[in-house]
């Protein structure tokens, strides 16, 4: 059992005094030290991590080692390249190496520092290339929350309310299989009909989007995966109105779902990918990829000071050293774990109430929490106290949605502390059931 003490409460009290509050509100973790399958707080108590540190440490808390002696080894080297005004070969190398893992016809590389970057730089990207202004992307998604891409997202009003006007941005149907009254095809088609006969026809026509942006994997909207079939349609829309398709692989992506590209699994290829979180194994980069047809943007037109910083390649790099030496064992990891959590989450579904979805792919999996099974209502409360119960009990969670808890163990993370955490999970909801069933 996890006991919190003064230091805890102390720091956490400063940090409500000094810090603008974000989101820190789960419970009372003060993250002190990590390593491999455990992160430890300022008292010493150690947790089992079934986050990656939001989707971050594929490979183990504070990454592996052969990421940090990477780190290590730059630092005395040079940190800051001012890539914006002068070459370096190390982001080039980078780069070199991030499209020979994409699909046939990637050949243009933006380095940024985050997620949302990432994302603004395909706004801009697409609107220059396209001569286009609109912007479609889905309700529930995240893109970031800088202005660009908080137009974009449309997971929570929190969110976005009192920031906006988010101008020329137009928000259409994710399909969500488990909230729809009827097949996973309908659901697809409900939600393509919609783009195809309410947006394009009524309100923006194909000679004003530029381009469509999706989640293949809706990560803060609650882990949503959507029917094949409309990841295969959307990409017909778009070609059939000269849209362009851009992957937001920011949380997706990255070989959590066991493939490099998280779009991968639909079987299509898209026109830009954005990437960050697990691309630097720590440190913060952000990519946006794009095809070469596109093209290639005046010179002046977009840079940014620390893009290319050489601490956060030289973590990329060595994270996709590690990922192409061992991308048979890492796919066979996230295969088996998959498998062994699917049959845990399954029967949680079977044996509880409150468990209404279990869903994911890969290592990229969650569990959605009801009233109850019949009216789908979603149990917030008992979401949450399922997350702190089993922060108590030492496993490290996040939420995701409206009353899911996402479950994203490094791939590398060790069977019996799988197991461990599952079992951890399951006492939660055993706990949080009691006299409900
Ligand atoms: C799919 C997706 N896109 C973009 C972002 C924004 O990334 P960042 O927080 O690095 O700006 C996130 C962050 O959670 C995300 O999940």
Do not use: W
Not at 297 to 326: C, D, E
Request: charged letters at 25%.
């Amino acid at each position: 059992m996890i006991k919190i003490g003064r230091k805890t409460n102390d720091i956490i009290k400063r940090d409500k005094k000094i810090m603008f509050t974000t989101t820190r509100e789960h419970f009372p973790f003060v993250v002190a030290k990590g390593n491999g399958d455990y992160a430890y707080d300022a008292e010493g108590n150690r947790f089992i991590d079934f986050t990656t540190f939001i989707g971050v440490y594929s490979f183990g808390v504070n990454a592996n080692s052969e990421i940090r002696s990477a780190v290590k080894a730059q630092v005395d080297r040079l940190m800051h390249p001012a890539f914006l005004d002068f070459y370096s070969e190390l982001p080039v190398k980078f780069s070199e190496d991030l499209v020979g893992m994409m699909p046939r016809g990637f050949g243009r590389v933006f380095l940024s520092n985050s997620g949302t970057e990432a994302n603004e730089d395909a706004i801009k990207l697409a609107r220059i290339f396209t001569r286009k202004s609109y912007i479609v992307s889905f309700y529930g998604a995240f893109h970031g929350r800088s202005l660009g891409s908080l137009g974009l997202t449309a997971a929570k009003t929190a969110q976005r309310e009192n920031f906006g006007p988010f101008p020329n941005v137009v928000h259409s149907i994710f399909p969500n299989p488990y909230r729809y009254e009827g097949t996973p095809e309908e659901c697809a088609t409900n939600a393509i009909e919609h783009l195809e006969k309410n947006i394009l026809k009524k309100e923006y026509s194909n000679r004003e989007i530029a381009a469509v942006f999706i989640e293949p994997i809706q990560g803060e909207g609650g882990y949503i995966v959507p029917p094949k079939l409309f990841i295969k349609e959307l990409r017909r829309v778009c070609d059939e109105n000269s849209i362009l398709l851009v992957s937001d692989e920011v949380q997706a992506g990255y070989m959590k779902t066991g493939k490099f590209l998280a779009l991968d699994n639909f079987g299509i290829t898209a026109d830009i990918y954005t990437m960050a979180k697990a691309l630097g194994g720590g440190l913060p980069i952000g990519a946006t990829i794009a095809k070469t047809s596109l093209g290639d943007t005046p010179s002046g037109s977009h840079a940014g000071t620390f893009g290319g910083n050489l601490l956060a390649i030289a973590a990329a790099q060595a994270s996709l050293n590690y990922v192409k030496r061992n991308m048979k064992s890492l796919q066979l990891q996230v295969k088996e774990k998959n498998r062994y959590m699917m049959k845990r989450l399954v029967e949680l579904q079977e044996n509880y109430e409150i468990v209404g979805d279990v869903r994911g792919i890969g290592l990229m999996l969650a569990a959605e929490f009801v009233k109850n099974k019949r009216t789908k209502e979603p149990a917030v409360k008992e979401r949450d106290r399922i997350a702190e119960q089993s922060f108590y009990n030492g496993l490290l969670l996040l939420p995701a949605g409206d009353s899911s808890i996402r479950l994203i163990p490094p791939i590398t993370i060790s069977k019996e502390n799988l197991e461990k955490g599952m079992d951890i999970f399951e006492d939660a909801i055993k706990s949080e059931s009691k006299g409900k069933a």
